[in-house]
């Protein structure tokens, strides 16, 4: 079954831009999926970020628009995301999912902490 | 931007008891595009119920969500230890997709 990881420095300093890749294992990510990022910030809830498909269409947060960019690698079977002018407030859990139009995340990554400080 | 509130915040309950969670729509959910997760530290999200009341592949019959509209419902029929655990709504029939605030479910 499709298996997700997430992969990335644990610790950004503020004003800097967070980096991650999502590689997808023992599935295509050129099949008929979106693939998308959720964060979860300590103690809070859960938020949408953004989501690609493998032809490059891309959804964003409106919110974090102006500071994010998802790209995909379909040579590598991964996709990515960065998110600029972080502050303490982007400190989260970042998981990465797949989802469908009809059916929302299924699949995710173990999620990765994320920490913004100096 | 569609806001979900989740009631009650943390719902106390023994394990054999029926869980009733609720989630409110600030608007009319599109094609009923509602789903559940339940969260617990240190593990993956899991995936219950998506289309408001179809469960996910091997979730058992116990999960069962049900509503339309603004007003959507997931029922756990009897707790199992398993099951204290976080639980979020999130409606994906609207852009931007968004979660509501989650509910603890606690043994009491």
């Known amino acids: 079954q499709v298996q997700l990881r997430e992969s990335g420095p644990g610790l950004v300093k503020p004003s800097e831009t967070l980096s991650l890749t999502c590689t997808v294992s023992?599935?295509?990510?050129?099949?008929?999926?979106?693939w998308g990022w959720v964060r979860q910030p300590p103690g809070r809830g859960l938020e949408w970020v953004a989501s690609i498909y493998h032809t490059g269409s891309t959804y964003y947060m409106p919110s974090l628009k102006s500071r994010l960019t998802i790209s995909v690698d379909t040579s590598k079977n991964q996709f990515s995301v960065k998110l600029s002018s972080v502050s303490a407030a982007d400190t989260a859990t970042y998981y990465c999912a797949r989802h469908r139009i009809a059916v929302p995340f299924d699949y995710w990554g173990q999620g990765i902490l994320v920490t913004v400080s100096s | 931007e569609i806001v979900l509130t989740q009631s009650p915040g943390t719902l106390s309950l023994s394990p054999g008891e029926r869980a009733t969670l609720s989630c409110r729509a600030s608007q009319s959910v599109g094609s009923n595009y509602l789903a559940w997760y339940q969260l617990k530290r240190g593990q993956t999200p899991r995936f219950l119920i998506y289309g408001a009341s179809s469960r996910a592949t091997g979730i058992p019959d116990r999960f069962s969500g049900s509503g339309s509209g603004t007003d959507f419902t997931l029922t756990i029929s009897r707790l199992e230890p398993e099951d204290f655990a976080m639980y979020y709504c999130l409606q994906y029939g609207g852009s931007p997709w968004t979660f509501g605030q989650g509910t603890k479910v606690e043994i009491q």
């Open positions: 023992d599935y295509s990510i050129k099949s008929d999926y979106y």
